[in-house]
């Protein structure tokens, strides 16, 4: 079992001075059956295509970790394999909607869930969340308006990107109720669900009622639980059977683009007990992680409104307060620390920190982020007194 700390070459890559504290990967060595796995690939090298049986090997490991990890019945013929999430979701909105349709993103949201759309010919309906005290909520009475305006598919991504949320079953079943009563779509993205932090459990969206399972397709993939997103291999969950019978005319050009490593991945992440045992290793260091990002912000950054994450490792934090434009820009060229801009999810004046960072390195980075604010806090003191002077 490994889940020590690595070297962060990749991380640092694009700021390679600052602390990289901004893209969605951990810090942290991946499972050893994971390494093993790829390892085992290259000496027999086996570099070349997936076979089909590595694949239906993989649909098995999928059924079997949805059902244990949450009572959800997958039907193995009901997957689809995709390079990745974003692809999916663009396959998803160039085959199952209708041209130029209206799709709800509630916001704040990843990037691509916000741009992709119109790369297909739709348009994104922007619905900005509620704050309801150290959480977000989805706006569900501007989700309904949106669907009064004709909007056909509404975009969960459950746990959420960048606030950490994982919505109840009651949030849920809202939502379904809701989406059913306009005979609308859901793209459930669930990427993060191996990463709860807390007692909330992840629910499936498909999961919870037969008007869900009936309107929804679910994209997972083993790639943020297991820190292996490079490695491209993620899957398509067609709860309604018609979907999946529409997505065997294109399944076959889809596949193509899944990585055999990725495969071979994905089977060591969810049969293995090891990197169960590294999943668990690691969400517990992430919550420690989480609480030391809170305790930090309470005691030292009143300005800051934190949110702390119930999954994922990242933190979102509402600095609007500062009175920065692009606060990540100024973290960065002043005390190079390396964070995602609020306005890449569309929320202008926040932050997004990885706190998926080996434990000195999230000390260092939590005080780059107290001394940035004492720098504001000082400049703005200073303005103050020249100002009486003057
Ligand atoms: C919510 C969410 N969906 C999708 C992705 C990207 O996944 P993929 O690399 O499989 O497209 C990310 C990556 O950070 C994410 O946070």
């Known amino acids: 079992m490994s889940a020590s700390d690595g070297p962060i070459p990749l991380l640092a890559a694009k700021y390679p001075d600052a602390i990289g504290a901004w893209v969605a990967e951990m810090s942290y060595d991946v499972a050893r059956p994971i390494h093993e796995a790829v390892a085992r690939e290259l000496q027999a090298e086996t570099l070349g295509y997936n ?48 041209p130029r349709s209206h799709v709800v993103v509630p916001t704040p949201a990843y990037a691509p869930l916000l741009d992709v759309p119109a790369m297909f010919g739709h348009t994104v309906v922007r619905v900005p969340s ?3 005290g150290p959480r977000q909520r989805m706006d569900i009475e501007g989700i309904q308006r949106a669907l009064e305006d004709g909007a056909r598919l509404v975009v969960l991504c459950n746990p959420h990107n960048p606030t950490g949320r994982v919505f109840t079953v009651e949030e849920l079943t809202e939502l379904a109720d809701l989406v059913e009563r306009f005979s609308a779509r859901v793209f ?38 297991w820190n292996i997103a490079g490695l491209k291999c993620a899957q398509l969950i067609f709860s309604a059977p018609q979907d999946a019978a529409r997505w065997k005319h294109t399944a076959g050009f889809f596949v193509r683009s899944v990585s055999r490593l990725g495969v071979s991945a994905l089977r060591a992440a969810y049969d293995h007990p090891e990197s169960q045992l590294w999943l668990d290793t690691v969400r517990a260091r992430l919550a420690r992680n989480n609480a030391l990002v809170a305790e930090t912000v309470a005691a030292r ?90």
């Open 51 to 98: 076979d089909p049986v590595s694949l239906e090997l993989a649909r098995e490991s999928l059924v079997r970790w949805m059902k244990s990890s949450y009572d959800w019945s997958v039907q193995p013929d009901s997957i689809g394999f995709v390079s990745d999430i974003v692809t999916g979701f663009g396959a998803v909105l160039n085959n199952f909607l209708p």
């Open 130 to 132: 509620l704050v309801d």
């Open 188 to 225: 459930s993205d669930e990427i993060h669900a191996p990463l709860t932090l807390t007692t909330v459990p992840h629910t499936p969206y498909a999961k919870v009622s037969a008007a869900s399972a009936a309107h929804t397709i679910t994209a997972t993939s083993a790639s943020k639980g």
């Open 301 to 390: 950054l009143p300005e800051v409104i934190h949110f702390p994450a119930e999954a994922t490792y990242l933190a979102w934090l509402d600095c609007r307060e500062l009175g920065l434009e692009e606060p990540a820009a100024f973290f960065r060229e002043h005390v190079g620390l390396a964070m995602t801009e609020g306005t890449e999810f569309s929320a202008p004046g926040h932050l997004r920190l990885n706190f998926a960072l080996p434990e000195d390195l999230l000390a260092k980075a939590l005080s780059a982020l107290v001394r940035g604010a004492e720098i504001l806090r000082a400049g703005r003191h200073h303005e103050r007194g020249s100002t009486q002077h003057a």
